[in-house]
């Protein structure tokens, strides 16, 4: 009888470590701009991963993106670091829409996203590195949101 009540005592035990580990004793962050949380959000990368997309991210990269019916047009990113490592993006663009400051910006496990102010709106951009051979430059692939749009742009590395 006394075994069986040990038992069931160390099983109820047991049992409310994980309710308990699962608690949170820290509030969450606030993401920027009372944005809902996204999960994916927070995809870790290991530290040499995280190092290793930086490397690739930097420099000009060049090419197209359709910011209005009128057809492609070009857009251009520079990407450096600061001194303390922060990431920063400078787009420049040919056509009516113009880009400003670019903010929050960010490499995860699923590429390089960042805020990007692009003729008065507040846009998300989201971009991705395209596999390649060692004959070609590597490729970014991206879109801009702005306003319930979808921008997508395909640009090539021509500076590291």
């Given at each position: 009888?006394?075994?069986?009540?040990?038992?069931?005592?160390?099983?109820?035990?047991?049992?409310?470590?994980?309710?308990?580990?699962?608690?949170?004793?820290?509030?969450?962050?606030?993401?920027?701009?009372?944005?809902?949380?996204?999960?994916?959000?927070?995809?870790?990368?290991?530290?040499?991963?995280?190092?290793?997309?930086?490397?690739?991210?930097?420099?000009?990269?060049?090419?197209?993106?359709?910011?209005?019916?009128?057809?492609?047009?070009?857009?251009?990113?520079?990407?450096?670091?600061?001194?303390?490592?922060?990431?920063?993006?400078?787009?420049?663009?040919?056509?009516?829409?113009?880009?400003?400051?670019?903010?929050?910006?960010?490499?995860?496990?699923?590429?390089?996203?960042?805020?990007?102010?692009?003729?008065?709106?507040?846009?998300?951009?989201?971009?991705?590195?395209?596999?390649t051979?060692?004959h070609?430059?590597?490729t970014?692939?991206?879109?801009?949101?702005?306003?319930?749009?979808?921008?997508?742009?395909?640009?090539?590395?021509?500076?590291?």
């Amino acid at each position: 009888m006394i075994r069986r009540l040990v038992v069931l005592i160390a099983v109820i035990a047991g049992g409310s470590i994980p309710i308990l580990a699962q608690t949170q004793t820290q509030a969450h962050p606030q993401h920027p701009g009372d944005r809902p949380h996204d999960p994916a959000a927070h995809m870790p990368l290991d530290p040499a991963a995280h190092a290793a997309l930086h490397a690739l991210v930097h420099g000009t990269w060049s090419g197209a993106w359709s910011p209005t019916d009128a057809g492609p047009a070009k857009l251009q990113l520079a990407i450096a670091s600061e001194k303390d490592g922060r990431l920063t993006v400078k787009m420049t663009t040919d056509g009516p829409m113009k880009a400003g400051a670019a903010s929050d910006i960010a490499i995860d496990a699923h590429g390089l996203h960042w805020t990007q102010t692009l003729a008065g709106s507040s846009c998300e951009a989201a971009a991705v590195l395209e596999p390649t051979t060692h004959h070609e430059a590597e490729t970014m692939k991206g879109t801009l949101t702005c306003e319930n749009r979808d921008i997508a742009f395909v640009l090539r590395k021509t500076k590291a």
